[in-house]
């Protein structure tokens, strides 16, 4: 059984700053990708990051710039850091690991930005 606890959502000011963390417990063996996607009422889940077990990078366009993803393979934990973060960027945001023939995904942490 694999367990993802994300945190660090919340409420922030258009400009500001969030850190996502998403932690990983349980049986895992052979982490491969992981990353962040993201729901905005009425649109579908997107892509906002991913980081491979090989260290590779992939942002949404939208994201490029701005965010940053990152992960500690010793703690199974990936971390999104978000600056100048703009209203459009509110949403729930889900983490996501895969691993051999599985996929997991977290329950999910909600960001939201004012203007």
């Known amino acids: 059984q694999v367990q993802l606890v994300e945190s660090g959502g919340g409420l922030v000011q258009a400009g500001g700053s969030l850190r996502l963390s998403c932690a990983a417990s349980g049986s895992i063996s052979g982490l491969n990708a992981m990353g962040w996607y993201r729901q905005a009422p009425g649109k579908q889940r997107e892509l906002v990051a991913i980081i491979t077990s090989g260290g590779r990078l992939n942002y949404a366009d939208s994201v490029k710039g701005r965010f940053t993803i990152s992960r500690d393979g010793a703690k199974n934990t990936v971390y999104l850091q978000m600056n100048s973060l703009k209203p459009e960027d509110s949403a729930v945001y889900y983490c996501?690991?895969?691993?051999?023939?599985?996929?997991?995904w977290g329950q999910g942490t909600q960001v939201t930005v004012s203007s």
């Open positions: 996501h690991i895969t691993a051999p023939g599985l996929a997991y």
